[in-house]
């Protein structure tokens, strides 16, 4: 199974960048789609962005995109989001998440129970 673990989030004004990353280890991060979520305080877990397994296809949530960018790179076992222009409603805390099944395309993705431990956002007005 992969492990994966989430890092560069941190507080930033309205209208500022953040670049967030996942580091994957153990298991075959190359073969699947992977995603990131993202959880505001009292609101459940939603998706944000996805990317397939060989970086071909990406899917994102109506209100990052054109904001976001999903990528990935799989000689180093990492995903990143470059997040523009952040908005107070993009606090939460992100998460990263492996695809259950393997060889998929973003527009396919399912959530796995394999996520990371969350890395914070947090934009300030």
């Known amino acids: 199974q992969v492990q994966l673990v989430e890092s560069g989030g941190g507080l930033v004004q309205t209208g500022g960048s953040l670049r967030l990353s996942c580091a994957a280890s153990?298991?075959?991060?190359?073969?699947?789609?992977m995603a990131w979520f993202r959880q505001a305080p009292g609101s459940e877990r939603e998706f944000v962005a996805a990317?397939?397994?060989?970086?071909?296809?990406?899917t994102y949530r109506d209100s990052v995109k054109g904001r976001f960018t999903i990528s990935r790179d799989n000689t180093k076992n990492t995903m990143a989001l470059q997040m523009n222009n952040l908005k107070p409603e993009d606090t939460a805390v992100y998460y990263c998440?492996?695809?259950?099944?393997?060889?998929?395309?973003?527009?396919?993705?399912?959530?796995?129970?394999?996520w990371g431990p969350g890395t914070q956002v947090t934009v300030s007005s």
């Open positions: 990317i397939g397994w060989n970086g071909a296809s990406t």
């Open positions: 998440n492996a695809d259950q099944l393997p060889i998929r395309g973003s527009s396919r993705y399912t959530p796995s129970a394999n």
């Open positions: 153990r298991g075959s991060f190359s073969e699947f789609a």
